[in-house]
């Protein structure tokens, strides 16, 4: 069992009722409670070593006959995502009980939530997929306003999306756990259409690679394993114990191979939009022709219409190549396949002029997408 020791929890004592002196008892009984993780692997011994309790908790556990005027020692599993508060100590005098006592994991990042604004994707709203490995949606969560709170403790992988990813040569335990992972989530737009994806990084990416992410995991049972074990690449000097239900673990690429490991417990997560760009943007106009009267600071409408071949979401700026003929908006948000834009021209040139003029769409690198050709007759 991979159990790490670090700090000291103290545990309350209950006094006796008053009253006439009892014989001190010579054992007692307590209750072992788990708060913030529903199973985990733990360990309860005394000062010479005997062991009263070695397993898994699942929740609580009573455990009776233990001697008085003694002090026991709970070793906990380090579990990943979950900061290790160490060892826990408790005992009682000859006349004297214990109270239950709650063994606390608390998150060093939540394993059972994606949550938080996604970067890039501020002012979207649409529907975020979690889809396994092989593609299959088992998931969503509403975006609004590029926010998202998708609690994972409302979602389990059907059974036929379970596969076991682990050969028996990395493990610790005899039995290989069934999981589903997932290291994306796809977005869609209102309409339905995917517009990117959305990977869930480190805060500090300065510290690592900068291609490294979260990759979160559903196990079927709880779980320990090193060393390379299918899709899994893990530093064997570091065992990966997962709990059952949800997980999560830090992968980067090391050169060769995609490493994964437990994330820091300094760390926080962001979630970071990554679009789908188009291979090639088209632009048209319905009606290709704008006229203006000379001096009248007259605005023009042209139906202006967007295609895709791929998909793309972001924005492009609109310019012309005529001084003095501008088009607003001069940005257009693009977040679907097509799209018909209502443009308001206006002509504030210092001359009169019957010419074609071009209209382009620019990315924000500056890099011409796509030219639309039309008529100008200022007279």
């Known amino acids: 069992m991979n159990i790490s020791r670090v700090g000291f929890l103290s545990v309350g004592l209950v006094l006796s009722a008053c009253g006439e002196q009892q014989p001190a008892p010579t054992t007692f009984s307590t209750t072992l409670s788990l708060s913030g993780i529903d199973s985990a692997e733990i360990e309860v011994s005394d000062s010479t070593h005997h062991i009263y309790f070695s ?7 009573t455990l009776n006959n233990l001697p008085a005027n003694e002090y026991f020692t709970i070793k906990r599993q380090k579990i990943n995502g ?16 214990v109270v239950n006592i709650v ?13 938080g604004n996604i970067e890039g994707l501020e002012n979207f709203s649409g529907t975020l997929l979690i889809n396994d490995s092989s593609d299959l949606t088992f998931g969503k969560s509403n975006i609004i306003n590029g926010y998202v709170d998708l609690k994972l403790t409302n979602i389990a992988p059907p059974q036929a999306d379970l596969v076991n ?29 995917l517009v990117g994806v959305v990977k869930e990084r480190l805060m500090d990416q300065s510290r690592f690679n900068p291609e490294s992410q979260v990759v979160r995991f559903y196990s079927d049972n709880a779980y320990s394993w090193y060393g390379y074990c299918n899709i899994f690449l893990v530093n064997s000097t570091n065992s990966i114990n997962a709990s059952k239900g949800w997980n999560a673990l830090f992968m980067q690429f090391n050169g060769s191979d995609y490493q994964f490991d437990i994330i820091p417990e300094d760390q ?10 188009a291979k090639k943007l088209s632009l048209w106009f319905d009606i290709p022709s ?14 202006a219409y967007t295609q895709y071949e791929g998909y793309y979401i972001g924005y492009v700026d609109l310019s012309t190549d005529i001084p003095g003929l501008n088009v607003s908006p001069s940005r257009i948000i693009l977040s679907g396949q097509n799209r018909n834009n209502k443009l308001n021209f206006t002509y504030t040139g210092d001359k009169k002029i019957s010419n074609i003029f071009h209209l382009y769409a620019k990315d924000d690198k500056g890099q011409v ?8 007759s200022v007279q």
């Open 55 to 61: 397993g898994f908790l699942n929740k609580t556990a």
């Open 82 to 97: 979950y900061k290790n508060s160490g060892d826990q100590y408790f005992g009682a005098n000859l006349d004297r009980g």
């Open 290 to 303: 704008i006229s203006f009267i000379y001096g009248s600071r007259d605005t023009k409408q042209l139906n």
């Open 268 to 277: 926080k997560t962001k979630l970071v939009f990554i679009p789908l760009k």
């Open 165 to 193: 990813r682990f050969s028996d040569t990395c493990a610790e335990d005899t039995t290989s756990p069934l999981t589903a992972t997932f290291r994306s989530m796809r977005v869609l737009d209102i309409n339905g259409t």
């Open 103 to 115: 063994i606390q994991y608390d998150y060093a990042y939540n394993p059972y939530q994606v949550s």
């Open 369 to 376: 997408l796509s030219t639309v050709t039309g008529n100008l």
